[in-house]
């Protein structure tokens, strides 16, 4: 047997499975902007994510009364919107990137150092942004929302190798964006 989950919002999401507009909107108000952050991250436009939360929020309500409490509602929530995201993108058939020269993982890639980049969060969100659809994806779903290759090998019907090295990937062409940046930040600081 399994311990539920002792959620801070328990009042609210009761309120919400009875179908209380108000404890609803609250609910909405809690969560969304967390939920659309995810959604721009997953569609890379805001127009789209704007679409998908409202879808989402409005599965999770019709879903209410299956949650049980053995997760936080954010978790569950978040599961919601990532798969509403999922089906979104896999109905656009995303292409996955693959270059002629296969990359191979460095062990020491982990540890490779950005040496002479500056980095902020602005300008990473750019990089990410800046992705193809297939490398944005993987990467979103490894590094930012937490699951990992098995996961997002079953969620994107793809081997977990495959989910490796988009993800390897996308992180050599963040990389590859963020010394460009600075390379063009350079130039126009010594023409001043």
């Known amino acids: 047997m399994t311990a539920a989950y002792q959620d801070i919002h328990r009042e609210i999401i009761e309120l919400s499975k009875e179908g209380n507009p108000r404890a609803q909107f609250q609910l909405y108000k809690l969560y969304s902007k967390a939920m659309f952050n995810i959604c721009v991250r997953m569609s890379n436009s805001r127009e789209e994510a704007e679409d998908l939360l409202q879808e989402s929020f409005t599965d999770a309500f019709m879903?209410?009364?299956?949650?049980?409490?053995?997760?936080?509602?954010?978790?569950?929530?978040?599961?919601?919107?990532?798969?509403?995201?999922?089906?979104?993108?896999?109905?656009?058939?995303?292409?996955?990137?693959?270059?002629?020269?296969?990359?191979?993982?460095?062990?020491?890639?982990?540890?490779?150092?950005?040496?002479?980049?500056?980095?902020?969060?602005?300008?990473i969100h750019h990089a990410v942004e800046k992705l193809p659809d297939g490398y944005r994806v993987i990467f979103s779903l490894y590094a930012l929302e937490g699951y990992d290759h098995g996961e997002i090998s079953q969620i994107m019907n793809i081997s977990e190798s495959t989910s490796k090295s988009q993800y390897l990937r996308a992180k050599q062409k963040i990389k590859e964006l963020l010394k460009n940046d600075h390379d063009e930040r350079q130039v126009r600081t010594i023409h001043q």
Do not use: M
């Open 63 to 123: 879903k209410l009364t299956s949650f049980r409490y053995e997760s936080s509602f954010g978790a569950w929530l978040k599961r919601i919107v990532i798969n509403k995201c999922i089906n979104v993108i896999n109905k656009k058939k995303v292409d996955l990137v693959f270059p002629e020269h296969p990359v191979e993982p460095d062990a020491g890639d982990e540890e490779e150092e950005y040496s002479g980049i500056e980095l902020d969060v602005q300008r």
